[in-house]
């Protein structure tokens, strides 16, 4: 069973389109994450949630949203898409327990042309 | 805020053989944990190892090993017995103890490639 899905896994998309990617975690964790990994491999948190605090990297453009209808999911939202939004966005969660790791979903790579 | 370098772009090791990676941080807490992560051309990314900042005892999981050297920022990774699954991009990784903000902080990387 997966622990972390995300979907599509690939997303082509024009410039200025609004996107979403969505994540599910079926591990019961309370803790969600979205990482970007831009063309030169380098990871960088976006967003960390869980029930009670969203938490953003302020260099997040506020184009980029979270969204979690439940505990188990969170979505994000791209509105007007740019050229540099291209990378892949990963997906993941934690207990709330801070010692735990942090189990990743298998990454969706978005391109904008 | 915490930093993770990884000064080696890349790195390659004869199957069987051993090989280190190197990764050296920042920071000014006293209580954190440290990762490696495995990223194969899946591009899944893989726990391999983790350490607790206030064990000294050095993580191991099977062939993998760390050097963790605290007072030196130092967290490298050896690799014993090289085989031509481990080649991937591997990844340092630090998270803070405190705060409730709980995410990864990531090296840059190091791309391994396992020689036949």
């Known amino acids: 069973d997966t622990a972390v899905s995300q979907t599509p896994k690939y997303l082509v998309t024009q410039m200025g389109n609004d996107k979403s990617i969505k994540c599910e975690q079926n591990?019961?964790?309370?803790?969600m994450y979205w990482y970007k990994q831009d063309s030169k491999k380098f990871l960088k948190i976006m967003f960390s949630?869980?029930?009670?605090?969203?938490?953003i990297n302020e260099t997040v453009p506020n184009r980029f949203s979270p969204k979690s209808p439940d505990k188990a999911h969170l979505n994000l939202h791209i509105n007007s898409l740019e050229l540099g939004d291209s990378a892949v966005y990963f997906c993941?969660?934690?207990?709330?327990?801070?010692?735990?790791?942090?189990?990743f979903g298998p990454g969706t790579r978005l391109l904008v042309l | 805020a915490q930093t993770v370098t990884q000064s080696q772009p890349e790195m390659s090791v004869q199957e069987a053989e051993t090989v280190t990676l190197s990764c050296t941080y920042d920071?000014?807490?006293?209580?954190?944990?440290l990762f490696w992560y495995k990223q194969p051309p899946s591009r899944q990314m893989i726990l391999v190892i983790r350490?607790?900042?206030?064990?000294?005892q050095n993580a191991t999981e099977n062939r993998f090993s760390v050097n963790f050297q605290k007072a030196a920022k130092s967290f490298s990774l050896k690799i014993s017995d090289s085989q031509l699954g481990d080649a991937a991009m591997y990844f340092c990784?630090?998270?803070?103890?405190?705060?409730?903000?709980?995410?990864?902080?990531f090296g840059s990387g190091t791309q391994l490639t396992v020689l036949p």
């Open positions: 350490q607790e900042a206030y064990k000294q």
């Open positions: 949630y869980n029930n009670k605090e969203l938490i």
């Open positions: 920071t000014s807490e006293s209580d954190y944990y």
């Open positions: 993941a969660s934690s207990p709330q327990v801070i010692a735990e790791t942090q189990y």
């Open positions: 591990l019961g964790h309370d803790t």
């Open positions: 990784a630090y998270r803070s103890f405190s705060g409730s903000a709980r995410q990864l902080t």
